[in-house]
């Protein structure tokens, strides 16, 4: 029912339940690729219902302006991410290590600026828009990220983690920092966001660089980086 689309820089995701909705769009001028990889599924444009995006960053949102034209499909964003979707730019970032740092002029670019048809909060109702999972609000790498919990265990959550290094191209299922925070003073924001995520039963943890990161690892993760976190007190 999940298919992870291995693009250029972020993953893209194909959920299939009730209705078909993509989860993220890749930087800007990547829809081509999603429409091919749907098509290769028997699906043409017009079957897609929702545009969903787990945050408002360049490499996940930058192709929402495009695929919403191409599909005819709603884009949902959080509140918290409003005002960087209308914009277009990723706001003020942090990188969290030198992997990050070098990633920056990757990543951090400006993307096509768009109005969404759906604004979520904390309160919204994934299953009442055709996704059959639990949202949660996972803040801590962008203010409006979320994640997405699924009832077989499977859970989306952006970049509130990524998998492995080297830009994932080594020990994929290695949980990892995000490469940005908006705010690096605390980075125990993004350990209770990951803490929400396991408390509502992700057993697979896919993210939005590499991944998918299995439950156990992602709780050895937490665990040593709470402790790094109380020692730094
Ligand atoms: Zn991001
Ligand atoms: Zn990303």
Do not use: C
């Not at 690729?33 to 960053?57: E, N, Y």
């Not at 055709?130 to 009832?151: K, N, R, W, Y």
Request: avoid cysteine; charge should be neutral.
């Amino acid at each position: 029912m999940l298919t992870k689309l291995n693009l250029t820089i972020a993953n893209v995701y194909l959920v299939k339940g009730p209705q078909l909705v993509i989860v993220d769009t890749g930087a800007p001028a990547s829809a081509p690729k999603t429409l091919a990889a749907l098509a290769r599924q028997g699906f043409a444009p017009a079957d897609v219902a929702l545009i969903l995006l787990t945050h408002a960053h360049s490499d996940h949102a930058g192709s929402a302006a495009e695929l919403r034209k191409a599909t005819g499909a709603p884009v949902a964003v959080h509140r918290g991410d409003l005002a960087m979707l209308r914009r277009g730019d990723n706001g003020k970032v942090f990188p969290t290590d030198l992997e990050a740092r070098i990633s920056q002029r990757f990543v951090d670019k400006p993307f096509p600026a768009l109005e969404p048809d759906l604004v979520l909060d904390d309160q919204s109702d994934l299953r009442a828009l055709g996704v059959d999972a639990e949202l949660l609000s996972t803040p801590g790498h962008s203010p409006g990220s979320i994640s997405m919990v699924f009832a077989n265990g499977d859970a989306i959550i952006g970049d509130i983690l990524r998998g492995g290094i080297m830009g994932g191209g080594f020990l994929a299922a290695r949980p990892n920092y995000p490469f940005f925070l908006y705010d690096l003073a605390d980075k125990r924001v993004i350990l209770e966001s990951v803490q929400r995520v396991l408390d509502a039963g992700a057993q697979r943890l896919y993210v939005g660089h590499s991944g998918p990161l299995p439950h156990q690892k992602v709780v050895e993760w937490l665990a040593t980086q709470r402790q790094k976190e109380g020692a730094a007190q």
